[in-house]
DNA sequence: TCCCATCCATAACACCGTTATGATCGGACC
DNA sequence: GGTCCGATCATAACGGTGTTATGGATGGGA
């Protein structure tokens, strides 16, 4: 509780706010490479260059430092999201913003697991408020479902429902996948994640069409 | 590694197994009530008025304790699915499962946690092969899809890639609801689970339905 | 120049899973 | 019946964890 300590000029700010980029980088790249449990305060601080006592005098503790980790992992799901070009096409938008949403957790599965998991990372439980920063995501989604709705593609529809549901079979599937439960069936990207989400999809047109077959 | 110290006339065999009978009743207890993280050998054992040792004759260990946990989470869900009755409607046998597997989910959120997420139980990781005793949940989802087919009810298709679609979209509202993300919509369960579903098997079947209301 | 808030290094505390040791007890065998 | 043996678990110690208390160092504001 030292009173949130921003850029506005405390103490050696510059390097201070150096330590905690640092600290937040190495955790990340430890939670990436050895996986969640590896991650302690201790060995943090040890990998940093610091003490433990950077990570409380920064983020309070622990759990305040994975906290911030979740808010950028969130932070960088968004941006990966936004970048998929926008086309003409509001359906192939929705297929490759799933593709890079997919992409995204493939590329650091423990944060996403950190991130939308029950999962604990450590001992400190993540509560909905540290979770909530997330949804910047969602709304870029529903933004797809509304193109799709304006441009005559998609029926009419509450678009956060209609982005739910595509949210609910993507992140069903990446979990699926992340845990490996997915591997019950061969092949599951093309026999399960795009085939599901051509169902949703077709079932929300204005006119169905047979599922496509170009990825 | 004492050698797998089943009923076979070891020791006090009767109270031997007693008291690991009641050391996983009490785990789950704690975990249910308290959370995950809550759990530990410690607070284990003096709930169930043993010491730790307990924990290490019958399970080796916190981790087999946990796979024990997950065992028998994976049992119960098979259970509660296979109690769905099987009528003349593959599809509503359908749905009917998935209320049943969601109700499971719900009434036991931390244990389901541990069983399908890459969710960690103290510090203990859980590898495929501790998860991979749930699989006979799925083989009775693709006893369904069978079931749906041979009625003519359904598309002729690979039973086990539906099956995992339907898996997929179940397993994913699951998730987002335990986490509470699906709170970002309103009325989640009739806006987004039943007409995933809805959407899902009206594709599938051989005569698509509008969506139906009865629930 | 002085001062003071900030930052972090050190050490201690309570807790964790785990291991080593040994007492205790029930069943098997002679 | 006596004896032994092996499984079971109570006790204590070890290295790890997050956290807290304490104090020294450092750099900017008055």
Redesign the interface.
């Known amino acids: 509780m030292a009173g949130s300590p921003d850029q506005t000029g405390a103490g050696r700010s510059a390097s201070s706010a150096e330590v905690r980029r640092r600290l937040l980088e190495v955790a990340a790249h430890m939670v990436r490479e050895q996986?969640?449990?590896a991650l302690s305060a201790r060995k943090l601080a040890a990998a940093t260059g610091t003490s433990t006592m950077a990570v409380y005098t920064h983020f309070g503790g622990m759990p305040g430092l994975v906290r911030a980790m979740v808010a950028e992992g969130f932070s960088r799901l968004f941006a990966r999201v936004a970048a998929v070009p926008i086309t003409e096409d509001p359906l192939l938008d929705l297929r490759n913003a799933a593709a890079a949403y997919r992409a995204h957790a493939r590329a650091d599965?423990?944060l996403y697991?950190v991130m939308?998991?029950?999962?604990?990372?450590?001992?400190?439980?993540l509560h909905?408020e540290d979770?909530i920063v997330?949804?910047d995501a969602?709304v870029q989604i529903k933004q797809f479902m509304e193109r799709g709705m304006a441009a005559g593609v998609l029926q009419e529809a509450?678009p956060?429902?209609v982005a739910?549901?595509w949210?609910?079979?993507?992140?069903?599937?990446v979990?699926?996948e992340?845990?490996?439960?997915?591997?019950?069936?061969d092949d599951?990207e093309d026999?399960?994640?795009w085939?599901?989400m051509?169902?949703?999809l077709?079932?929300?047109m204005v006119t169905p069409e047979p599922p496509r077959k170009d990825v």
Chains 1, 2 share one sequence.
């Open positions: 996986g969640a449990p599965p423990d697991a939308f998991g029950s999962a604990t990372l450590g001992d400190y439980r909905y979770r997330g949804l969602f509450d956060a429902a739910a549901q949210w609910t079979a993507l992140h069903g599937f979990m699926l992340l845990t490996r439960f997915i591997d019950v069936v599951a026999t399960v994640l085939p599901l051509d169902h949703l077709s079932s929300l």
